[in-house]
């Protein structure tokens, strides 16, 4: 999952991108309002944590212009406001959720979760392809009985696969979507490494990793779950 958080409090950003990092969420962090809708405007991310009071430009006036780009884009909004007031106005111009400070990170990470099963229409934690099952909240993985120890980068990589079978991923989308813009920028070679890796782990189950030459990759399930 690839999210952008948008928070000008120095600890709480860093609290934040340490928590999602560290179960395999690549996280693009800004501090500024107005930085932020720039990035928007040309980039696609899977959830958005959004602070009300920032430099420059506001959460709230950047959720509006998000949402008057037709983005549906997740919108967790963070504010230290609890009025009722502010709940309704931020819900009513387009965030999903929203938190108030301080709060625990696992309920952060809760809602998150939350907001992309809906989001791909989907009830539980649990993603299957084939007989592969993929634990979100565990960050764990199965092939059958079996269960498979990968890095958490491999967890995030294979999650992205399974999440759409069928669907072609370039080297380029799935760069993006497992290294931040912050990190050193890998190589495509990093991508095959990976994806080398997770066919050898996930040897035997009734999904494959395709190569589809000159375009990508496809996850593509053989049989039923």
Same mark, same amino acid.
């Given at each position: 999952?690839?999210?952008?958080?948008?928070?000008?409090?120095?600890?709480?950003?860093?609290?934040?991108?340490?928590?999602?990092?560290?179960?395999?969420?690549?996280?693009?962090?800004?501090?500024?309002?107005?930085?932020?809708?720039?990035?928007?405007?040309?980039?696609?991310?899977?959830?958005?944590?959004?602070?009300?009071?920032?430099?420059?430009?506001?959460?709230?006036? =950047?959720?509006?212009?998000? @949402? $008057?780009?037709?983005?549906?884009?997740?919108? +967790?909004? /963070? *504010?230290? %406001?609890?009025?009722?007031?502010?709940?309704?106005?931020?819900?009513?111009?387009?965030?999903?959720?929203?938190?108030?400070?301080?709060?625990?990170?696992?309920?952060?990470?809760?809602?998150?979760?939350?907001?992309?099963?809906?989001?791909?229409?989907?009830?539980?934690?649990?993603?299957?392809?084939?007989?592969?099952? =993929?634990?979100?909240?565990? @960050? $764990?993985?199965?092939?059958?009985?079996?269960? +498979?120890? /990968? *890095?958490? %980068?491999?967890?995030?990589?294979?999650?992205?696969?399974?999440?759409?079978?069928?669907?072609?991923?370039?080297?380029?989308?799935?760069?993006?979507?497992?290294?931040?813009?912050?990190?050193?920028?890998?190589?495509?070679?990093?991508?095959?490494?990976?994806?080398?890796?997770?066919?050898?782990?996930?040897?035997?189950?009734?999904?494959?990793?395709?190569?589809?030459?000159?375009?990508?990759?496809?996850? +593509?399930?053989?049989?039923?779950?």
């Amino acid at each position: 999952m690839r999210i952008f958080l948008v928070e000008d409090t120095r600890d709480v950003g860093e609290a934040i991108v340490e928590h999602f990092a560290r179960i395999g969420h690549v996280v693009d962090w800004e501090t500024d309002g107005g930085a932020a809708a720039i990035t928007l405007d040309d980039t696609t991310y899977d959830l958005i944590i959004l602070d009300v009071m920032l430099p420059s430009q506001s959460g709230f006036s =950047i959720l509006q212009r998000l @949402r $008057a780009s037709g983005s549906t884009t997740p919108v +967790v909004m /963070l *504010t230290a %406001r609890s009025e009722v007031e502010d709940r309704v106005s931020a819900l009513d111009i387009g965030a999903d959720d929203y938190l108030v400070k301080p709060f625990d990170f696992r309920e952060l990470e809760a809602r998150a979760r939350a907001l992309l099963r809906r989001r791909h229409g989907e009830a539980t934690n649990l993603l299957e392809c084939g007989d592969i099952c =993929i634990d979100r909240s565990a @960050r $764990a993985v199965r092939v059958g009985q079996r269960e +498979v120890h /990968l *890095t958490r %980068r491999e967890v995030t990589l294979l999650e992205i696969l399974a999440s759409r079978p069928g669907r072609v991923f370039s080297k380029e989308d799935l760069l993006d979507q497992v290294f931040g813009f912050d990190e050193e920028a890998p190589s495509f070679n990093a991508v095959e490494l990976y994806i080398g890796r997770l066919r050898k782990k996930l040897h035997g189950a009734r999904a494959e990793i395709v190569t589809v030459r000159g375009f990508g990759y496809q996850m +593509v399930p053989h049989g039923p779950s």
